[in-house]
């Protein structure tokens, strides 16, 4: 058979990225309780192509997909993007992997226990020889207004918010500590099973650390910064206004890499 | 050229439902304030098959589309299932459009005007000479929650809901009678332009109004039920729990068809 | 604390259904060849609630959830619905779980195995002492059209579609055999890894298959037929047409409960 | 009332962006043909928040958003950035507006006219005095395969695809034209309405273009190229492969604006 992929082509345009995307996989990622979590992902795989190929040869990066341990770590991205590279014949690969990841936390008074999800996005590349690692992670909370206790005669209004941490590491982050940090910076965290003490507390400690997105934007970046690991942040707040049918939000990019 | 849809089937199976859907097109609205709103739907058009016939006429559906003058309402929906009906020589046909609608709110106190999105859908039938219409209207309001409230020393919690209210009519109701509705049974409306007065305003009334989703359903069936122009119902109430990851929901359903 | 929920009421109304909804949880479902799949599911589940009542109680719904083990199957249904009606003091229970499902296919002619996703959905009732439950299946498949081939003088358009089966069961099906039906009615099945040799076979079958939506939902519905452990079935076929920007579908619903 | 967003905020970070989002909004934009053209739009509004200040005033967002003529144009979006940066008195702004946009195509045999969907953003921003924009046009397209097409006896396979035209432009372009710059590189163009007569077109006419997607972004790019009102390029082509369930994509960018 003709292998047209590998004809060349004479428009002379190497291709920045050509690859599969929308793959849907099931993956195991580490948990700190358990030792493992499996879950499934939205995978992403794709490589640079040379002014003189035609094509690339797409099944492979479904081979590599398939012949990985089904384990998907911080870790291993970097071997992932070399057996790509590899197997491709190519300078440069890239691989994205979006996941729900299930924590598991005890209400804050009866310390029932039941599971939140908050979705990890890693976003991985290996450009020129140099390796880069984005990791995100998105956790709801929640985020009580301070205009509206401060106006009202009573109430607040509050809402869901979502608290999207993505980070460059030097070092090894559970995604439970990401968590923590986002539930640091809300009004109050958000959970799956609260008993009527629970939700008598959550309600008062809500009320009681009123957050404008700004503030919580700002807390989440300056634990951040406080924390050796984290080389380069880009943190966001989007609470989904109860009183509004739009969103609330606010970014804070921080890089600690140059001084 | 061979005319394989009009090929003979043995199969002997008729087709209860045939055509396009997931048909993005720009249509026209009666708006109560303005006249017309022009908004973008997305259409499904379909028609019964006969047991002897191998397929049906595709691109007909789209010509039937493009020819309706651009104005969709309450009352030219048979007309457009009788078309379907005669240019597929159809004995059933059905017509789906789901579409974005904005009604003009002024806020409470200072009366300032903005645009608040809902959602509307008409599931219209003709079916062995039975025209049928269930028309949906999905809007956005806010509940507190009584139980929080009770609980609690201050604040309780609150957030964005949806109210959905399904309904079969004997005579014209305009959108924004079903948008007040949804509001009148909400622990507040919901505006997307608040001065702090308004907040204030809104903030308070929420807390004097708790409701569960089960009070706000049942509110809602009683608006219903009071509404001589609404035959039959079916009404949702969903909280996007600002406590929570998840939603609570109620439903309620009633016939004042048959006494 | 004030139990606000236990409240009478006196609307009057019956709720038909209330509780929680598009809570994301880690299950267990049974796999062919594997014994146990981990998957994450969307649940909803909710109950009926009397006139008199104000309330339900949401929190026990997560603490029902949370107390199954995680496996969820055909067969643990009713127990799991029982299990609500009794924690709620209800008399009728609904449950619902959409989820991934992967199946491992080999290559038809290299046999190089890969993983193709497909979704689930049970939904389950329990209503007037009546236990329900409808599970349904969506397969990706492909479909060539005949017109195109017939009336081309080479090539033939061919999209990704979806076959969806819908059914009610007197005795189990593995989620493989559902998948094998869908194939068997598509112009050609879908893989996640196919080398060279296999997608020029493939292209091939798909081109010698040629099948309109109404030729393959008329397929699917013989299937159906002929399986005795199948009661009841809806079926559909959506392409994804390439050489437009909408879907052509089509639907039978067949029931063999009387006669 | 006390004005909590003017507070003095000690924290000693400035907010890169805080505004609103996933607003749904109404606004008219040029057509090429009819003058002009009603849709609707997500959009996202947000400006930079200096250290010293807590929080922003989420309302005047929205009050920009009404006052603004209803008209978005490539035109008008520096203006609106310079209203929002005084409005809040602001150092840096942005915008984001996502909408769909409609296309009246000519069937190429028979010419019947239909309408085409495709999807827009504007992403403009004034940061440091400099103002930039990004458009995006992601418009359907057909691909086929050549691999498919050489390696097989009869057939190959086809499906829909998605060009995306990220630019940044030194003059005005009409969608339409970034339309047909999508339609030129693709295997055919797509439409939604074509009779028999146009299906034989279609069909062959893909058959004898075939494209992988590295084909059709390497023409798509050599075109972005030969445009002088283009600058900068970011363009992508991904097929949603019918003999899989996961997409194919390539990407390549182009910088005209340094030699």
């Known amino acids: 058979?003709?292998?047209?992929q590998n004809e060349t082509d004479d428009r002379n345009l190497e291709i920045d990225r050509v690859g599969v995307r929308d793959i849907?996989?099931?993956?195991?990622?580490?948990?700190?309780?358990?030792?493992t979590q499996e879950t499934i992902a939205n995978v992403s795989l794709s490589v640079s192509?040379?002014?003189?190929?035609?094509?690339?040869?797409?099944?492979?990066?479904?081979e590599v997909l398939s012949s990985q341990e089904k384990r998907v770590t911080f870790h291993n991205m970097e071997g992932l993007l070399e057996t790509l590279r590899a197997r491709l014949a190519a300078r440069d690969a890239h691989a994205l992997f979006d996941f729900p990841y299930f924590i598991t936390k005890s209400a804050p008074v009866s310390g029932a226990k039941g599971r939140v999800r908050c979705d990890v996005r890693f976003d991985a590349s290996l450009v020129d020889d140099e390796f880069d690692l984005v990791t995100t992670v998105t956790a709801p909370i929640q985020t009580l207004?301070?205009?509206?206790?401060?106006?009202?005669?009573?109430?607040?209004?509050?809402?869901?918010?979502?608290?999207?941490?993505e980070v460059r590491?030097?070092?090894?982050?559970?995604?439970?500590?990401?968590?923590?940090?986002?539930d640091d910076c809300a009004s109050a965290p958000i959970?799956?099973?609260?008993?009527?003490?629970?939700?008598?507390?959550v309600t008062e400690r809500a009320y009681m650390h009123p957050k404008f997105v700004e503030d919580a934007v700002r807390d989440l970046a300056l634990a951040m910064r406080a924390e050796p690991r984290v080389l380069?942040?880009?943190v966001s707040v989007a609470s989904h206004e109860s009183i509004h049918n739009h969103d609330a939000f606010a970014v804070i990019?921080?890089?600690k890499r140059n001084g």
């Open 1 to 4: 058979m003709r292998d047209v």
């Open 49 to 62: 192509l040379p002014r003189d190929y035609r094509g690339t040869h797409m099944s492979r990066f479904v």
């Open 232 to 234: 380069w942040y880009r």
């Open 253 to 255: 990019v921080g890089d």
């Open 145 to 165: 207004c301070p205009c509206s206790k401060e106006i009202s005669d009573f109430g607040a209004h509050n809402q869901r918010a979502h608290a999207v941490m």
């Open 191 to 201: 959970y799956s099973l609260l008993k009527r003490e629970d939700e008598k507390f």
């Open 24 to 35: 849907s996989w099931p993956i195991a990622v580490p948990d700190r309780d358990s030792g």
């Open 169 to 182: 590491l030097s070092g090894f982050v559970w995604l439970e500590e990401f968590v923590k940090m986002a």
